[in-house]
């Protein structure tokens, strides 16, 4: 994907107002996007601090705003499909850097960790601008869906098998 | 009343600092550390961040670290923080069906699909004291893992099980999906108050006072007879609309627990029976709390159902206004702070009253004593 294609594809979507946001389409280039992002707010500040220090000191960038910690109140349905309800607050940090080509970064991710918004905003940038961090997030994804992958092994493990015993007694 | 007091500077400055000796504790052994409480507190920090209605583990630890494992006094903390920061935005609404479960059990039925999970429980526990853990000696256990991962997709109890007979009536969805949420930490509580509200005062209200609330309503001050449908706990993604990017982000995972409710059935002569629903969702993994919250909820859908009003649990004003344990510690515990100027008005108005009755006694025994006499002769 190309940085031009990417940053049109953000707030020039439509609003359809008979279009929940829930259900609202995206494009594939959006689609990309939330997929690193969400990648990155996952990751680790000292992992991306390694790897923009290993990879991309040389970029000239700036900060658009600088890491601000704040929260936002999370929402939830009764019945988990019902009626929405503010559960709580969750703590989040946000950031926006600049590349000195203009390509802007956005994040927004759990935490009070100023830098890993920073860097989170950063590597957003470089995917915007020539998507070379493409396998860092590839790795990073693969990572943390093994992590997933072997914790539900492990609550698996923690199943109750009425069947089992069943079989064991036709034994 | 309480009356500002001057003075007492230093003796306030010393008490602080030998509460902070204190906490300490014995310089010979280590100083705790608020990673090791953020990992092997876990389901304090839980609590904290739930009551404190502030989803950050790191902070509860330091407050649990701060407050001495005062768990109210940490609460209190992370309230005051909470203050302190900018709301960016509000999630759109999480979506407990996607979450990546640790456990998930019904008590109503055994053979559900994706199975029951039991997660990390103490259920089944002996409930022995295991001195292990305090010869340090606990070897890092791996916990064994199974062939293959939980179901990624598991279905709903209430939803797709028993709403697929329509035995179990729906969760209403406002007309209007976008109006307004109710929210108590930006405008007071006004009764009568909706859903939205209730749960949410619930979700961050004292878990023992939810608690027992929740067990009146089992031993008969609310009839509704419950069983748990489904529990879940487990993590799920949180994401948001930045005006600034026009589309949703997913910012990170928190973990809760989800517990519904299968209650007593409704209907007419006319109208097919159908059970009805208490909902209960909490931070971190709090089954205790989750299966309470589900009970007060349902109780308080009393006026909704037509249900008379029988217990404390029913009545919305008296469970709201008490449950929070920040506000009721303020005014329980604000009667030690001060209060001489109030209290010199009283014992005046005491002193006055006795003399006052000295007076008329003495006048009495005055009477009698003239009267005396001359019954006697």
């Given at each position: 994907m190309t940085a031009q294609t990417a940053q049109t594809a953000g707030p020039g979507q439509d609003h359809n107002p008979l279009n929940p946001p829930q259900t609202k389409a995206v494009d594939g280039v959006t689609a990309a996007r939330q997929r690193w992002m969400s990648v990155l707010a996952r990751t680790p500040r000292t992992v991306l601090e390694t790897k923009w220090a290993d990879t991309y000191?040389?970029?000239?960038?700036s900060h658009l705003r600088e890491?601000?910690?704040?929260?936002?109140?999370?929402?939830?349905?009764?019945?988990?499909?019902?009626?929405?309800?503010?559960?709580?607050?969750?703590?989040?940090?946000?950031?926006?850097?600049?590349?000195?080509?203009?390509?802007?970064?956005?994040?927004?991710?759990?935490?009070?960790?100023?830098?890993?918004?920073?860097?989170?905003?950063?590597?957003?940038?470089?995917?915007?601008?020539?998507?070379?961090?493409?396998d860092f997030i590839d790795d990073l994804a693969a990572a943390q869906a093994n992590a997933k992958h072997e914790h539900a092994r492990k609550v698996a493990a923690t199943k109750v098998d009425f069947f089992t015993l069943v079989r064991g007694e036709d034994e | 009343m309480y009356v500002a007091v001057k003075g007492g500077e230093r003796a306030i400055n010393?008490?602080?600092?030998?509460?902070?000796?204190?906490?300490?504790?014995?310089?010979?052994?280590?100083?705790?550390?608020?990673?090791?409480?953020?990992?092997?507190?876990?389901?304090?920090?839980?609590?904290?961040?739930?009551?404190?209605?502030?989803?950050?583990r790191d902070l509860a630890a330091?407050?649990?670290?701060?407050?001495?494992?005062?768990?109210?006094?940490?609460?209190?903390?992370?309230?005051?923080?909470?203050?302190?920061?900018?709301?960016?935005?509000?999630s759109k609404p999480i979506r407990t069906?996607?979450?990546?479960?640790?456990?998930?059990i019904s008590a109503t039925f055994k053979d559900l699909p994706g199975g029951q999970i039991l997660g990390p429980t103490f259920d089944y526990t002996h409930r022995l004291l295991d001195f292990t853990l305090m010869a340090n000696s606990e070897d890092p256990l791996d916990a064994p893992s199974g062939e293959h991962p939980v179901d990624e997709n598991m279905p709903r109890v209430l939803d797709d099980?028993?709403?697929?007979?329509?035995l179990i009536q729906d969760e209403p969805v406002p007309v209007d999906d976008t109006a307004p949420v109710a929210d108590l930490t930006r405008e007071p509580i006004k009764f009568p108050a909706g859903r939205d509200l209730r749960l949410q005062n619930l979700t961050r209200g004292d878990e023992g006072f939810v608690l027992a609330l929740g067990y009146s309503t089992q031993r008969g001050y609310a009839n509704s007879h419950a069983f748990v449908g489904e529990i879940r706990y487990g993590t799920v993604s949180v994401e948001i609309e930045p005006?600034?990017?026009g589309f949703a982000i997913d910012i990170g995972d928190i973990e809760l627990t989800e517990c519904e409710t299968v209650n007593k059935f409704k209907g007419s002569k006319t109208k097919l029976p159908q059970f009805t629903?208490?909902?209960?969702?909490?931070?971190?993994?709090?089954?205790?709390?989750?299966?309470?919250?589900?009970?007060?909820?349902?109780?308080?859908?009393?006026?909704?159902?037509?249900?008379?009003?029988?217990?404390?649990?029913q009545d919305s004003e008296f469970v709201m206004e008490h449950s929070d344990n920040v506000q009721s510690t303020g005014f329980v515990e604000h009667i030690k702070l001060p209060h001489y100027v109030d209290f010199q008005g009283e014992l005046e108005l005491v002193r006055r009253m006795r003399a006052e009755v000295e007076e008329r006694l003495a006048k009495l025994e005055a009477d009698e004593a003239k009267s005396q006499p001359e019954a006697a002769e």
């Open positions: 000191s040389d970029v000239k960038w890491p601000q910690i704040g929260m936002v109140m999370v929402r939830g349905r009764a019945g988990g499909a019902g009626q929405r309800f503010n559960l709580g607050e969750m703590t989040v940090t946000r950031c926006a850097v600049t590349l000195s080509d203009g390509t802007v970064g956005h994040s927004y991710v759990k935490g009070r960790d100023r830098l890993q918004a920073q860097y989170a905003a950063l590597f957003d940038a470089i995917m915007l601008r020539d998507g070379s961090a493409c | 010393n008490a602080h600092r030998l509460l902070a000796e204190q906490r300490r504790g014995d310089k010979k052994i280590a100083e705790i550390e608020t990673d090791q409480i953020e990992q092997q507190l876990s389901l304090s920090v839980t609590r904290v961040m739930a009551e404190g209605s502030l989803y950050d330091l407050a649990i670290k701060q407050g001495r494992g005062d768990l109210i006094e940490a609460i209190f903390l992370m309230r005051a923080y909470r203050t302190t920061l900018p709301r960016f935005a509000f069906a996607d979450m990546d479960v640790s456990r998930r099980i028993l709403n697929y007979e329509g005006e600034e990017l629903r208490g909902y209960g969702l909490v931070f971190g993994q709090n089954e205790r709390k989750a299966i309470s919250m589900a009970l007060v909820d349902r109780a308080m859908r009393a006026d909704e159902m037509g249900e008379q009003i029988m217990g404390p649990a």
